[in-house]
């Protein structure tokens, strides 16, 4: 297996992970989101410090990073989870959540600058379809009303967008970067939800359910789903990643249907459809390369 495909299950890893966060975040909802957060980066920076001592090369060496690394990093962690509670907080959830959800299709189209990197019809018709589907899951059967009123959630929506996509996007520039120093930006992260908590929110003491759905949101999707992020970013194939991201809320939803916190309807079976043939579009050229070794092979001498 090379580095491309590795990256590539990295990012599907991550992916899949990710589709626990609601699951999770139902046993939280009493836990104030900046403090949430500073819960589960803290619980990512220890997972990095374990990771750390028994890589052997000791602590220093994964926080002694250039500028420019520490940045980009807190301005992806931090910067994308600071400005999606405030558009929470600023506009109706809906709205905001297919705004969010801008992030995957964003991936695929910013990837085209960077070198070696080409955008081709079917990366962008298999976002397209991959957003659609996302659509349908979060809008079907709901009254979607965008109001000036809003209007600085919405912003906010597009900041959270567009602060992930360009963080996923620019990590590829530091691919010399090890994936184990994320555990230095969840440490950070974790500091400054602190602040944000200590300024904006009233301390909530969490019962053992809440305590323990916090760990596991720091253990998966806001831990170990961020470090094999970063490495399916720096090795894998962008696009393909960035349209395999919609599977994410219909993952989410799905696990919340299963486990009795979500009714099914027909708008989850429409999105499942658009999702995956939007992830079979964007895999047209690995699946004709796979098609082509297939037919090589059977070839008769």
């Not at 405030?86 to 600058?113: D, H, M, R, T």
Request: positive net charge; glycine residues 10%; contains cysteine.
């Amino acid at each position: 297996m090379n580095r491309a495909q590795k990256g590539n299950i990295a990012g599907i890893i991550a992916i899949l992970l990710w589709a626990t966060l609601a699951l999770f975040t139902v046993f939280t909802n009493r836990i104030p989101p900046f403090e949430l957060t500073f819960i589960a980066f803290s619980i990512a920076f220890t997972l990095g410090l374990f990771l750390w001592i028994k890589e052997g090369k000791g602590i220093g060496i994964h926080l002694k990073l250039p500028w420019k690394v520490w940045l980009l990093g807190i301005y992806g962690l931090f910067g994308y989870h600071f400005f999606y509670f405030l558009a929470l907080k600023s506009a109706p959830a809906l709205e905001a959540n297919l705004i969010n959800y801008l992030w995957p299709l964003l991936i695929v189209l910013l990837s085209s600058f960077l070198p070696r990197e080409k955008l081709k019809w079917f990366h962008f018709m298999g976002a397209f379809l991959g957003f659609l589907g996302v659509f349908m899951l979060l809008g079907f059967d709901k009254e979607i009303a965008f109001s000036s009123q809003h209007a600085q959630g919405y912003m906010y929506a597009l900041f959270c967008a567009l602060i992930w996509s360009s963080y996923s996007v620019l990590s590829r520039y530091f691919g010399a970067i090890p994936t184990l120093s994320v555990g230095g930006f969840c440490g950070a992260s974790a500091l400054l939800s602190l602040v944000a908590h200590l300024v904006f929110e009233q301390t909530y003491i969490p019962n053992t359910q809440e305590l323990l759905a916090a760990i596991g949101l720091g253990l998966g999707p806001v831990g170990i789903a961020f470090f094999v992020w970063d490495y399916g970013m720096k090795q894998g194939d962008i696009k393909l990643i960035g349209s395999l991201s919609y599977a994410t809320p219909l993952l989410s939803t799905l696990m919340l249907v299963l486990f009795g916190r979500s009714a099914p309807n027909s708008a989850i079976w429409i999105a499942c459809f658009l999702i995956v043939l939007g992830s079979v579009v964007s895999s047209f050229s690995l699946l004709a390369g796979m098609w082509q070794k297939i037919s090589t092979r059977n070839r008769p001498l």
